[in-house]
């Protein structure tokens, strides 16, 4: 049974109780919540998924409460709960469902060190992993969706999760999170993708959620092997360019967009150097998405999609601060995923 096939009371009880056990992949998570209507979207951005009771272990529990007092009921409040501690001063209780990603984002970077983790999108196509790491802002979610809705199997939007032991890349399929002009964007891009509601005025702005396929959500156990890496930078009116990068460049930029590679200390410096030298690097610099795309395509042997009236990002900001992360510490890299 999916969780689109329970009663949408049945989900609000799970929540409230013993919790709604969610596998995404290489990791596992039991939420729980008493904020009114987070149930219903999430049954909507996680139909998929099948139910399962919350038993055996889970990487991460956590929960998402209504605040008490005089916030309960007045310009409503709600915490993100971890083991009991609240790391993340309270949101408005309208942008329950940011709170959980985030939150959940937060908690994974934390604790799945048996992996390299790496801030990247992953897409899939026929067996062959693309990792799109990137800094906040350039464009990694919105072109891991443009993929997506072409036709790659979804790994991730936010973890480049790199297995130690061979160098498979692992799946954690979850939603992908486009802010602000990115919702428009996909939605004008790939008019039959599946959207959840617009969250306005969060701590990043507009946000709003893509549904991740059945297919997607089928394969979140089966690992990738990574061909390419590809790190894409948004830059307003630019056609798509491709630049090939030399393994030690690849080295450091890879290094500097890990949330733990100070942590897994040598495993991580054998890690980022094998996942160098065997996948071709390139930095990719974009305008619109129909190039980004097709400059993917192109490094996979695909064939061009049919140009579309989409021209450019109409509001995305554009980073050129790239050099500046490149030592930046866990609790830095982790923290991008709830600031």
Not at 156 to 183: C, H, M, Q, W, Y
Not at 188 to 198: E, K, S, T
Not at 219 to 235: G, T
Request: a neutral charge; aromatic letters at 8%; hydrophobic letters at 45%.
């Amino acid at each position: 049974m999916q969780l689109r096939d329970l009663p949408r009371s049945a989900v609000r009880e799970a929540l409230e109780d013993s919790g709604l056990a969610l596998d995404f992949g290489f990791a596992r998570a039991r939420v729980r919540s008493d904020a009114p209507g987070l149930a219903d979207v999430l049954q909507f951005i996680y139909g998929a998924y099948p139910y399962e009771e919350p038993r055996g272990f889970f990487d991460v529990t956590a929960a998402v409460r209504r605040v008490s007092g005089l916030r309960r009921n007045i310009r409503s409040q709600v915490v993100f709960f971890l083991d009991g501690e609240t790391p993340f001063e309270p949101f408005a209780a309208s942008n329950h469902l940011p709170l959980m990603e985030w939150g959940l984002n937060w908690c994974f970077a934390a604790r799945s060190n048996q992996h390299l983790l790496l801030h990247a999108g992953v897409v899939e196509h026929n067996g062959r992993a693309v990792l799109l790491p990137a800094l906040p802002e350039s464009g990694k979610s919105t072109l891991t969706a443009a993929l997506n809705a072409t036709g790659y199997r979804l790994l991730s939007d936010e973890f480049g999760a790199i297995r130690l032991t061979d160098g498979a890349v692992l799946p954690l399929v979850r939603a992908v999170a486009l802010k602000n002009a990115s919702i428009q964007v996909i939605r004008r891009f790939a008019p039959n993708a599946r959207i959840g509601p617009v969250f306005p005025k969060t701590r990043k702005g507009d946000v709003a959620h893509m549904v991740p396929s059945d297919g997607d959500v089928a394969s979140r156990h089966v690992p990738a092997d990574p061909a390419y890496i590809v790190f894409p930078k948004f830059d307003p009116g630019a056609e798509a360019r491709l630049e090939a990068l030399a393994p030690a460049r690849a080295f450091v930029k890879l290094s500097s967009n890990s949330f733990n590679y100070p942590i897994l200390g040598p495993d991580a410096f054998d890690a980022v150097g094998t996942l160098a030298r065997r996948c071709p690097s390139f930095r990719l610099t974009f305008g619109d998405l129909h190039g980004a795309v097709d400059a993917i395509g192109q490094l996979l042997g695909l064939p061009s999609a049919p140009n579309s009236t989409l021209a450019e990002f109409p509001a995305l900001e554009s980073r050129n601060d790239e050099h500046s992360h490149a030592a930046r510490a866990f609790p830095a890299a982790a923290a991008e995923a709830i600031d």
